[in-house]
């Protein structure tokens, strides 16, 4: 049974910094692309980042220079840094496994970032 359990979301100031995990069982986490997206309200899913099974990575032209995407593989847990926050990457952030066996979603973590 797959699952994908995020954590480490909450509120923020703008220009701070957060950093979100996602804990993942049930699949070969070292050869799943894994990737991270962001739903905010009244608006489509989005891609925020991805990482390859080689470590290879890509950003969402709104988030590149200020979020790093991560994995470790000993430990099957995907991270993403997220810093010089804005008022509008408030979201609800998913963690996504791309496997061979399908593509599978976490429940998400709350993201909001205000003064």
């Known amino acids: 049974q797959v699952q994908l359990v995020e954590s480490g979301g909450g509120l923020v100031q703008p220009g701070g910094s957060l950093t979100l995990s996602c804990v993942a069982s049930?699949?070969?986490?070292?050869?799943?692309?894994m990737a991270w997206y962001r739903q905010a309200p009244g608006k489509q899913r989005e891609l925020v980042a991805n990482i390859g099974r080689g470590f290879a990575t890509d950003y969402g032209d709104s988030v590149r220079g200020r979020f790093t995407i991560s994995r470790d593989n000993t430990n099957s847990v995907l991270y993403l840094q997220m810093d010089s926050l804005k008022p509008e990457d408030t979201a609800v952030y998913y963690c996504?496994?791309?496997?061979?066996?399908?593509?599978?979603w976490g429940q998400g973590t709350q993201v909001t970032v205000s003064s």
């Open positions: 049930g699949f070969r986490f070292s050869v799943a692309t």
């Open positions: 996504n496994a791309d496997t061979f066996n399908g593509e599978y």
